[in-house]
């Protein structure tokens, strides 16, 4: 019997699923079952979106219910319904809607309820976005769309921008190669061509990203926070027929400036009208859109001068610090107030003010707007800055060597007796300080001081990577600096830092990342034997004197490596002690180090790059490039320096044997008697500097 009923309510069941029954029911007669298996409600967003969604276009999927005495419940549909309800309660529809429902077996509620919840896959965004496009080519508008789905223009604005993104990189994006910030980052231009080139050019990247996608994008642009952008006005710019990429997705510098050479000229051209307003003034006046601390250098200058000061206002600080006076001498802890202490603050508040009313006081005279003039910038605000006073060397009056004033002091302060007081710029004042080579050398190349710090502090690094792996040399040289420390006889100018902590270094980290240099010191610090620092003291002193020779080798020659100075070949003052370590490491600075683009060629002078070529490749190669931008000269001698320069830049054997080992002045290490420097034609040597380990790595 039992079986016989089970096998009946199979066939019900089977029955059910094949001949569904469908009803229109009054939205009065529906309530929630408890057999619906979400319990936990959707987020707010989301059921303000269905809201939207049912009010605009109707309910388009029906409920699942059953029947429970007069009533439905509804077992599949709850976020409907309750839709449906609030409806009802704005009094959008009536309780008498009719809503279309399947009626079930009570049986059959929690399994349709499971399967609809969770045997389902929600939309992928990508085609969330072309939803949202053919909608609006559909004629809808951006409000009436976000009408619909219960969501803001802007969210709207935003996916219709990502349904405009290049179907490739959508593709890539179906695919779950891409992520949808990605996505958004190429929303920055309309033009599918420039997104691909994007896409190709960041993919070379070690991590490709939407930063990555953004930069490359924008790099031509200025952005809308930038000085210049606050300058001219984005309106402005944009009425001159400026284009502008807005980025939907960021919530600052969201506007790009497309054209850089419109709104530089725009710039210039409102600079150029303050500086023909301050030229009424001075006796000249220049516009400049960037300066630096060398842009004033070839000037002199005036400075103002005090005016007569106020008699009122000394007669109140003279009064006051009387006052002030008065108060101190009277101090005493006991008798002291309150009142007394707030006296004093405000004593000393107004005399500050006084002070700055003082030096604020001052202008420039008849004679000095004759001599002098100004340069009109802009500073990192937006807006414009004058630099007053700046005086020509050929508008600085020469004094007469016949004139009563011809003893008057000279220099800095030198003036006449009918000429202002004029500070000299640097290329008039006399001068005792003899000229340093080196110094005078890398300014003609163009080599900063930034640059020097990077080239010693990679010279240094590849130094002490050598010294790391010779014990022997490093034990000789921590016993010189200790011995000849000890003795004390002369002077002594240490190659090591005997402080025992690493040597103070410059240069930027970025610039001796993943070297050869780098990778070698990694490799010797992973073979430290360090077991023994894991012990307590006294213990770990037993336990490294219990370790094998070789161990205790190496961590001195460790030890004394990062107590190694650093210093170029040519550095004033340098120590003869550190060159000679590296002659008898016989360091191949070239095996480890080549300047490329971004370490060296772009950031020396253009004249310096082409004259360096000329001599080791030759005239016609030099000539060549000379018409080439500094980034696309920096790139030709970045390929034809490297190690391969032959398959690089197509170099014949004999002139890669130069160009792949050429140094700047101050690199190499003389490993064979004759110090290699950037004016000698070098001979390639082998990898034999290199421990044998890292020969394949250099």
């Known amino acids: 019997m039992t079986k016989t009923k089970s096998k009946a309510a199979d066939v019900a069941k089977t029955a059910a699923v094949a001949a569904p029954s469908f009803e229109l029911i ?106 949202f496009a053919t909608l609006r080519k559909k004629g809808r508008t951006e409000a009436q769309i976000a009408a619909q789905f219960g969501i803001t223009q802007n969210l709207v604005r935003q996916r219709l921008k990502l349904a405009s993104v290049a179907p490739e990189i959508m593709d ?107 030229a009424k003034t001075w006796k000249w006046a220049e516009p400049m859109l960037e300066v630096d601390y060398d842009s004033f250098r070839p000037f002199g200058r005036v400075y103002p001068q005090p005016l007569a000061s106020d008699p009122e206002l000394d007669a109140e600080y003279d009064k006051l610090q009387a ?47 004759k001599i002098a003039g100004c340069v009109v910038t802009i500073n990192h605000a937006g807006e414009p800055t004058y630099h007053d006073g700046l005086a020509r060397p050929e508008d600085i009056p020469q004094q007469d060597a016949g004139d009563e004033s011809a003893d008057a002091p000279q220099g800095e302060n030198a003036q006449t007796a009918t000429a202002p007081e004029i500070e000299l710029p640097q290329s008039m004042r006399p001068s005792n300080v003899p000229v340093d080579a080196t110094a005078a050398a890398r300014k003609a190349q163009g080599i900063t ?50 402080s025992l902590r ?50 205790k080798q190496a961590l001195f020659a460790w030890c004394t490596s990062y107590a190694l100075k650093q210093q170029l070949s040519n550095d004033t003052r340098t120590n003869p002690i550190i060159e000679a370590i590296g002659t008898r490491l016989n360091v191949d600075v070239a095996a480890c180090w080549r300047p490329s683009a971004e370490t ?19 005239g016609e190669w030099a000539d060549d490039k000379s018409g080439l931008r500094k980034p696309e000269l920096a790139k030709a001698m970045d390929q034809a320096f490297s190690e391969t320069p032959g398959e690089t830049a197509g170099l014949t054997a004999e002139t890669a044997a130069k160009t792949s080992r050429w140094l700047p002045d101050g690199m190499a290490f003389d490993v064979s008697g004759e110090t290699r420097s950037g004016d000698t034609e070098t001979a390639a040597q082998d990898d034999t500097a290199l421990p044998a380990y890292l020969s394949d790595a250099a």
């Not at 970025?510 to 894991?534: C, D, F, I, P």
């Open 26 to 131: 009054p939205l009065s007669k529906l309530t929630l079952s408890p057999k619906n298996v979400r319990k936990s409600p959707a987020s707010a967003e989301a059921d303000a979106e269905l809201y939207a969604s049912i009010k605009e276009t109707g309910l388009k999927q029906n409920l699942l219910v059953h029947k429970v005495g007069a009533k439905f419940h509804v077992h599949a549909g709850g976020r409907r319904l309750a839709a449906l309800q609030k409806l009802k309660e704005a009094g959008h529809i009536k309780a008498g809607h009719k809503v279309p429902c399947q009626i079930e077996d009570p049986d059959l509620a929690e399994d349709t309820s499971a399967a609809e919840n969770l045997v389902r896959a929600a939309m992928h965004a990508a085609d969330q976005f072309e939803a």
């Open 172 to 278: 890539i994006f179906r695919a779950g190669d891409m992520t949808l910030d990605c996505v958004m980052a190429f929303t920055l231009t309309d033009d599918h061509a420039r997104q691909i080139e994007a896409w190709e050019a960041v993919q070379k990247q070690y991590n490709p990203g939407a930063y990555a996608i953004r930069n490359h994008l924008t790099q031509k642009t200025y952005s809308g926070a930038s000085k210049l952008a606050k300058f001219v006005g984005v309106d402005t710019y944009k009425a001159a027929g400026g284009t502008v990429i807005e980025d939907l997705f960021s919530e600052r510098d969201n506007t790009h400036l497309e054209d850089p050479d419109l709104l530089e000229k725009l710039a210039e051209e409102k600079l150029a009208g303050l500086a023909a307003e301050a």
């Open 323 to 369: 006052r002030q006076t008065e108060l101190e001498d009277d101090y005493d802890e006991d008798t002291w107030t309150e009142a007394l202490q707030e006296e004093e603050e405000k004593i000393w508040d107004r005399l500050r003010e006084i002070d700055d009313i003082r030096e604020a006081n001052v202008a420039y005279t008849d004679e000095d707007h």
């Open 449 to 498: 001081q930034a640059l020097a710090d990077d080239l010693r502090a990679t010279r240094h690094q590849i130094l002490q990577a050598h010294l790391v792996a010779d014990y022997a040399t490093a034990y000789d040289v921590m016993l010189y600096a200790m011995a000849r420390a000890f003795i004390g006889r002369g002077s002594y100018h240490s190659p090591l830092d005997q």
């Open 502 to 551: 690493p040597a103070m270094t410059q240069g930027a980290n970025e610039a001796l990342k993943e070297t050869v240099a780098a990778l070698m010191l990694e490799k010797l610090q992973e073979g430290l034997n360090l077991s023994w620092a894991e012990a307590d003291a006294p213990e770990d002193f037993h336990q490294l004197c219990s370790l094998e020779e070789s161990d």
């Open 600 to 618: 060296y060629w772009a950031r020396v002078k253009k004249d310096h790059a082409l004259e360096t070529a000329k001599a080791l490749i030759g």
